[in-house]
């Protein structure tokens, strides 16, 4: 017999007593890949303004975290950001203030990125597309 007609009989044999795999087994997940599981509940941060202290920063790169519970504050409109009726004060911050919203804030980088505006840029209006909220929830990655 040739020894390719030969490899490919006994790899047929093999094939033909192997198990399937149960899908439990497969990949890095733990259960089934027909199962979706649930993330973990979390609850928001409750606190009112000034109550906790400021969360410590992981980078400087990233905005900061809002450190209180902003229920009372959402939804943000185009007539109605009650961020701005605390953060929208002039200076550096002082013990038991808002922190100011940070000069960067009032440039529109699109139209008029050398010009400074004396209202937040419509990018940045809206607080919650880059400040999240404190919750309970565990970090998804270590932080060392």
Do not use: W
Not at 15 to 25: F, H, T, V
Not at 71 to 93: F, Q, W, Y
């Amino acid at each position: 017999m040739r020894p390719t007609l030969l490899l490919a009989l006994a790899s047929t044999l093999l094939l033909a007593q192997s198990k399937p795999i149960p899908d439990r087994d497969l990949g890095l997940a733990k259960g089934s890949v027909f199962e979706t599981p649930a993330p973990p509940r979390f609850l928001d941060e409750a606190s009112g303004p000034g109550e906790k202290p400021l969360p410590k920063r992981i980078n400087r790169e990233y905005p900061p975290v809002i450190p209180h519970g902003i229920a009372e504050a959402l939804p943000i409109t185009r007539d109605s950001n009650l961020c701005m009726d605390c953060h929208a004060v002039a200076g550096p911050k002082k013990k038991g203030e808002a922190t100011p919203i940070p000069n960067s804030h009032y440039v529109d980088l699109r139209r008029a990125p050398k010009a400074q505006a004396k209202t937040v840029a419509g990018t940045r209006y809206v607080c919650i597309s880059c400040h999240v909220p404190r919750t309970d929830a565990q970090p998804l990655v270590a932080n060392r």
